[in-house]
């Protein structure tokens, strides 16, 4: 088994059908093979992921991301907060919320044409971002068609200052941006340095000699307009990326080529640090299916193309990263800790391993996930030793630049609010 990458995953079945046990005992092994850390599954506000699913992935290490791409003003917070709520008692953090809101197809076609699609459009999410943030989610910015009907980068920019306009900092201290990041056939160099590299290319026009965003380096743009807008570089996740084999491929095996070459910078030091997750699209699809000539299996026995090349490429990369010592790291906040919270702490961690000894039965002697108690503490370098690290702090409390570094290490990092853990353990008690 390949060590668990920080960024490396992969979009699952481009539909909300394949859920199984079996589908879950099929599909690990090859996630594992990859040194995957991050799969992006589809859902809906009316068929939820399974919860066995979603555990059985958050076991493995592998982190869901579930993505409802539903059409702008379909969903709601009191539709949603059910729905909501289950996913983050199951362990699962990262919830996304429509899709592609900067194209005309995402809109009913009256609320397209008026003025002010911006503006109406965090009117809409708004509500729904503050729901996942009391819940304990991450509140996310839906992926943008790079350019698209109205130009990406400029959406992103009115979003983020549309926020703090109307004072929305909380919000903004907690959002991530999520993004899709294909090579579209460019070199995989293609807008490296982001528009302070490239400042010729403006919305909707990109001079002959100059490159933009619509490419692999696409997340170094996002960053760069975050910091302009917000102050710093927000988190990134690519929900869909790297290089689509033509429909007719007069080179087969070419597009693997090009995706070694991203999985070699996804693990290398080039990638920006506000990349968190980076998902090759697309693991697996039905023969039937539009996006059939994206996916990498036809079947989990039958590989297309030259997947072993990528396999290969991640194994290279992933052999630098140090390994870790520490399972999961639960960390506090700096200075005086009050005994409530170190008691919470301590609840955490003995939940945190009779849940993973009763999904290890049968494991080998000495296996962490054979109910190993995480470590607490409040040392930022001690934590860093870790492959899971809970920060277990009010919002505010533990700097995000620490989040940052832990990641940059290879660490994956989930915040959880000291309030809502034990709203969830006193729930749970009178169940």
Known sequence: ????????????????????????????????????????????????????????LLDEGIEPIIHLPAQIGRLTATDLEPLLAAYNSWGVRHVVLH???????????????????????????????????????????PPLEPGGD?????????????????????????????????????PLDWGIGGPAAWPESQPYHTPEGSQDQRGLRLPEWYAAISEASTGRPL??????????????????????EQNAGVARWLLGDDAP??????????????????????????????????????????????????PKSISHYILLPPGDISPQLWSLAGQLAHRSASHRASHSAGGPA???ARGNPATVGSSPAEAKLATRVTILASPGAVDERVTADLERGGSRVERLDPATLALAIKDSETE
């Open 1 to 56: 088994m390949l060590p668990s990458t920080t960024r490396l995953g992969f979009h699952f079945y481009p539909d909300d059908r394949h859920y199984s046990p079996a589908d879950l005992a099929a599909w690990t092994p090859i996630l594992r093979s990859f040194g995957a850390a991050w799969l992006v599954v589809r859902a809906s506000a009316s068929r939820s992921v399974p919860e066995d699913f979603l555990r059985g």
């Open 99 to 141: 899709d592609r809101p900067n194209v005309r197809s995402s809109w009913e076609p009256s609320e397209w044409s008026r003025v002010g699609i911006v503006e109406r459009f965090l009117d809409r999410l708004i509500p729904l971002w503050n729901l996942q943030a009391d819940l304990g989610l991450v509140p996310f910015l």
């Open 150 to 186: 109205y130009w990406d980068t400029a959406f992103l920019e009115g979003t983020l200052r549309g926020l703090a306009r109307r004072g929305q900092e909380a919000l903004l201290d907690r959002i991530a941006i999520g993004a899709y990041a294909f090579t579209y056939g460019k």
């Open 235 to 256: 988190p990134v996740y690519v929900l869909g990326g790297g290089a689509i084999p033509p429909r007719t491929a007069d080179e087969p095996g070419s597009s693997f």
């Open 273 to 322: 640090p506000s990349l968190r997750a980076f998902a090759f699209f697309l693991l697996a699809a039905n023969s039937a299916a539009a996006e059939a000539h994206a996916a990498w299996y036809a079947t989990p026995d039958r590989p297309k193309g030259d997947v072993d090349l990528v396999q290969r490429a991640a194994a290279a990369a992933a052999k630098l990263h140090r």
């Open 366 to 368: 000495g296996d962490p």
